[in-house]
């Protein structure tokens, strides 16, 4: 028997970089633009019981999910994007919350990066 428990799991995906329609204004949204993304799945439970992944978040599905969102439409805000990757994580039964965090890089000149981080729960 052990003499510690888990108290947090998280499911990561970091630096995912791929091509999106997404821009305020309509010459942004016109063309393809790269963007860079981080997911945070916290398990609502952190046991992860018999090296079972059902008892876990594949990352593998879920990079592919969200790969077929980010092209699939032409969208204003990255807030918008981030929300609707949200969806997908919150969906795995598994998942409590969820962070993503956007990024354009080198969208302005003297500029890493631009973008946005978003928390979202299992209401």
């Known amino acids: 028997m052990s003499n510690y428990i888990c108290s947090r799991t998280q499911v990561r995906v ?3 970089h791929l091509e999106a329609y997404v ?3 309509a010459p ?3 063309q393809l633009q790269t ?3 981080d997911i945070v799945c916290e398990l609502e439970n952190p046991e992860v019981l018999d090296e079972d992944l059902a008892n876990s978040v594949d990352y593998v599905p879920l990079v592919e999910e969200v790969k077929g ?4 439409q032409r969208r204003h805000l990255i807030e918008t994007l981030a929300e609707e990757i949200a969806q997908v994580c919150l969906r795995k039964e598994r998942t409590k919350t969820v962070l993503v965090s956007i ?3 080198h969208k302005l000149p003297g500029v890493k990066a631009v973008g946005i981080t978003r928390l979202f729960e299992r209401g």
């Open 14 to 16: 970091e630096d995912l």
């Open 23 to 25: 821009g305020l204004y």
């Open 28 to 30: 942004e949204r016109d």
């Open 35 to 37: 963007i860079a993304i």
């Open 69 to 72: 969102l980010t092209k699939s």
């Open 103 to 105: 990024r354009k890089p």
